[in-house]
């Protein structure tokens, strides 16, 4: 009776462990950088997005030089994305076998400076993930040490921040 | 994208073909005659004055929409299918392109935005939008550069569907007004309804409870972005809005998948 006690309180605490959400609501201070931690539930899926709060996050951002310019084509804006995914997944290597478990994904939202160097990355995570701010901190400093785009066309030109769209690593 | 005009020689007679010889081209011995180019039936007339370089770009970018992404084939398909068709001019005006709902007529305004698939399915939405509303769009149209009430509404839907289609791109918050904060929202929205780019909504606010549950959610998330957006300072697409069913939006996605065949 005792070791099925036991069992069950194992088996009870360790499913809460693995339920358990890292990621919360709130602003965070880490290594020196605001973090803004964002909880949304649409159709009963929740998922978080995660910003360092830079100099645009509440201010409205940079007028192209020209407003009516052409939109930069995808195409024309060149960076590792294989190199990318490395980064984020030597960060959280330790924990690559748990994240396979739970199915867990980043999404990243990148925006350039003309110079290439990333001015600013969202992240992206399901409701569920295991994968904590700590984590992120280190994934934002490596990618903004690491990464650099390059442009080919005229377009981008006529930006100040410069927008990729999503890269995805899914666990 | 752009290809060098086709140009046939023709020959009046072929004794020694003459036309062998290139000194002979345009003389009466070998006239070079410009054939007729075979209109798409998407293209209702194409204006006066275009070069025939410029006409082989609008048709080129006409042969793109068939299959540039399941969108654009599913709006070609529904126009050709319904006998409908556009003027396409490429002359000086407002911004990189526009689509008028009066005369059903797109206009670029260069040869390089003509060919750019990003302008003009930005313009081609517009139309679908056009044809999705009843009564059309020119009653939320510009009239003397005041925007009619609805004109936001249409505006917005256009660049929802955008950005849906378009997995990623933020076009509705890219607006320099907007901030970080707007676009972070706004993405996690899309992401969230599109189940991570993979899929689009489908709609139904006559369906089941559940449906219409689902349809409830959606716009409840839909108006709240709108009514950003037209707060956005600057915004020049800002206008009195009237929290019009995004028609479109919902018959377009309600049709198409992220694969198409």
């Known amino acids: 009776m005792k070791n099925l006690i036991f069992i069950l309180f194992a088996f009870t605490l360790c499913s809460s462990c693995f339920a358990q959400t890292t990621l919360k609501d709130g602003r965070y201070q880490l290594d020196g950088k605001f973090f803004k931690v964002t ?20 201010k ?4 192209p030089k020209n407003p009516n310019g052409l939109p930069i084509n995808k195409k024309d804006i060149h960076f590792d994305i294989d190199n990318t995914k490395a980064i984020v997944n030597d960060v959280l290597a330790v924990n690559s076998k748990k994240l396979a478990l ?10 350039f400076l003309q110079d290439g160097s990333i001015e600013h990355i969202t992240y992206f995570f399901n409701g569920n993930t295991i994968i904590s701010l700590k984590d992120i901190a280190k994934i934002d400093m490596e990618l ?23 890269v995805s690593v899914i666990y | 994208m752009i290809s060098e005009t086709i140009v046939d020689m023709i020959c009046p007679s072929d004794p020694g073909d003459p036309c062998a010889d290139p000194a002979n081209f345009g003389t009466g011995d070998c006239e070079i005659v410009e054939p007729e180019i075979d209109l798409d039936p998407l293209i209702k007339n194409l204006c006066d004055g275009l070069s025939e370089a410029q006409k082989t770009i609008i048709q080129n970018t006409v042969n793109s929409l068939k299959d540039y992404d399941c969108a654009t084939k599913y709006m070609y398909n529904h126009f050709v299918n319904n006998n ?12 990189s392109g526009t689509y008028s709902p009066t005369t059903k007529t797109f206009n670029f305004t260069s040869d390089v935005a003509a060919g750019n698939m990003y302008v003009v399915e930005h313009e081609f939405i517009h139309a679908f939008q056009d044809d999705s509303h009843p009564g059309g769009t020119g009653q939320y149209g510009i009239i003397n550069s005041n925007p009619n009430a609805g004109f936001v509404d249409i505006e917005f839907e256009q660049a ?38 993979t899929s689009y ?28 957006y037209n707060a956005i300072p600057g915004n020049t697409n800002h206008s009195a809005a009237l929290n019009l069913s995004p028609q479109a939006l919902i018959k377009l996605f309600n049709n198409i998948n992220k694969n198409c065949p």
């Open chain 2, 160 to 197: 929802v569907m955008n950005d849906m289609i378009n997995y990623g791109s933020t076009i509705a918050f890219d607006l320099s007004g907007a901030t970080q904060a707007q676009r972070d929202a706004y993405l996690l929205w899309i992401k969230q309804v599109t189940t991570n780019g």
């Open chain 1, 60 to 63: 409205p951002s940079p007028s």
């Open chain 2, 201 to 228: 909504p489908k709609l139904n606010p006559n369906g089941t409870a559940t449906e219409i549950a689902a349809y409830n959610t959606f716009m409840s998330s839909y108006n709240s972005f709108l009514s950003a």
């Open chain 2, 84 to 95: 409908k068709s556009f003027n396409f001019c490429i002359s000086p005006g407002q911004g």
């Open chain 1, 102 to 111: 739970n199915k867990d994904r980043i999404d990243m939202s990148f925006t």
């Open chain 1, 39 to 58: 909880k949304s539930t649409y159709l009963d899926k929740t998922s978080f997005s995660v910003s360092v709060i830079g100099r645009y996050w509440d």
């Open chain 1, 144 to 166: 903004k040490k690491k990464i650099k785009a390059t442009f080919s066309g005229e377009e981008y030109k006529n930006f100040y921040l410069i927008p990729f769209g999503m």
